[in-house]
């Protein structure tokens, strides 16, 4: 188990290099280039800093340095607003100037929310979805004005968002972002690094550097049975909303006793279907989501076996991430006594020109 874990760490490193030499050189809409957080990525977030508070002290101290880059932006767009309420006169002008001051007006809220002590719930949070809406606003109001835009890239001097692509101010990095992702392990499902479609591309650059096991491997989180046990009990204190697919993997002594605990846990708060699984486990993505259809609307589905490989990981996430654009809430475990040490084979879209790995849809961990 110790080779595992130590493999498991060398995978993380090396997915993390990779991320950061790939992630923010090309122009397409990611976390650097827009926003990916959704409501459910704000409930993710909340989770995690429930189970743990430096998180949330980490999450706070990094939206307080992206604050100070959004009000780098409002400035930048108030020095532009001086000058054409110095330059225009005619009454449409006016009209133009008018709706501008309301924009102005919202960032200036946006940016004082973000210096207040809001509180860090997936509420709370949910108005710094608003930013990418608010900025757009602006920008469309001062496209109206004549060299408008080009007005906010000069006066900003490569200090703000305010950069040009092509012809138009490109849109800005995730309001989570700040030099790295601020969300960490509890990131969006639909995160760019998941499903990325850029050139230079994260996915690709995987493909040349990692197996197919290694990537799974990176893929992995490590943690303790304590840790567990909170994360199951959090989930059914929150409610159906804030369910996750979890891959459960070991512990290598007292599995068993551990697995017969989650699904106590389970069972007493929710409605479940147990289904075990004597082998290793090797559902098709159509098999799981046929089992998953007969469920009651409220229902979990907890399965139990001996093992799994990567494809099977593969499998398990597509399946998901099909599911949820159903609505479905996402409940449901996969308690495993070990890893296998290696796939029969890579899944097929690991080399296939899909450009997406959804694995990080997954919380899977090892004990």
């Avoid at 790939?22 to 409930?43: D, F, I, K, P």
């Avoid at 992206?66 to 400035?75: A, C, G, I, N, P």
């Avoid at 486990?281 to 098999?287: I, N, V």
Wanted: proline share 4%.
């Amino acid at each position: 188990m110790s080779d595992l874990r130590e493999r498991i760490e060398a995978a993380h490193v090396k997915l993390e290099r990779l991320t950061q030499e790939v992630c923010g050189a090309c122009t397409q809409n990611c976390c650097h280039q827009g926003t990916m957080m959704g409501s459910q990525g704000l409930r993710r977030l909340y989770k995690g800093i429930l189970m743990d508070p430096q998180f949330g002290e980490r999450l706070r101290r990094g939206l307080s340095l992206r604050r100070e880059e959004v009000e780098q932006d409002l400035q930048v767009a108030e020095r532009v607003a001086h000058l054409l309420r110095a330059s225009l006169s005619t009454e449409e002008d006016t009209k133009g100037l008018e709706e501008l001051e309301l924009r102005l007006r919202d960032m200036r809220e946006f940016v004082e929310y973000m210096g207040s002590d809001y509180p860090l719930t997936a509420e709370g949070m949910s108005r710094l979805l608003l930013y990418s809406a608010v900025r757009s606003n602006l920008l469309r109001c001062l496209r109206q004005f004549p060299g408008g835009e080009a007005a906010l890239a000069t006066l900003s001097q490569g200090r703000s968002s305010f950069k040009f692509r092509g012809r138009k101010i490109a849109p800005p990095r995730c309001i989570f972002h700040h030099e790295c992702c601020l969300a960490e392990a509890w990131k969006p499902i639909k995160c760019a690094n998941f499903f990325c479609t850029s050139d230079p591309n994260l996915l690709a650059r995987c493909r040349a550097e990692m197996s197919f096991d290694e990537f799974v491997l990176a893929n992995v989180r490590l943690t303790n049975s304590e840790c567990l046990v909170r994360l199951v009990e959090l989930e059914n204190e929150l409610g159906k909303a804030y369910w996750e697919p979890k891959i459960i993997i070991g512990p290598e002594s007292g599995w068993e006793q551990f697995t017969e605990k989650i699904i106590g846990m389970v069972t007493s708060n929710r409605q479940a279907q147990v289904r075990r699984e004597p082998g290793r486990f090797m559902k098709a993505t159509r098999e799981l989501l046929d089992e998953i259809s007969t469920l009651q609307e409220d229902q979990c589905v907890i399965y139990t076996c001996a093992s799994i490989d990567g494809a099977a990981l593969y499998e398990l996430a597509v399946a998901m991430e099909r599911a949820r654009s159903a609505d479905w809430h996402g409940g449901l475990f996969v308690l495993c006594r070990e890893l296998a040490e290696r796939s029969f084979m890579p899944h097929p879209m690991w080399d296939d020109e899909m450009i997406s790995q959804p694995l990080g849809g997954l919380e899977i961990y090892l004990l």
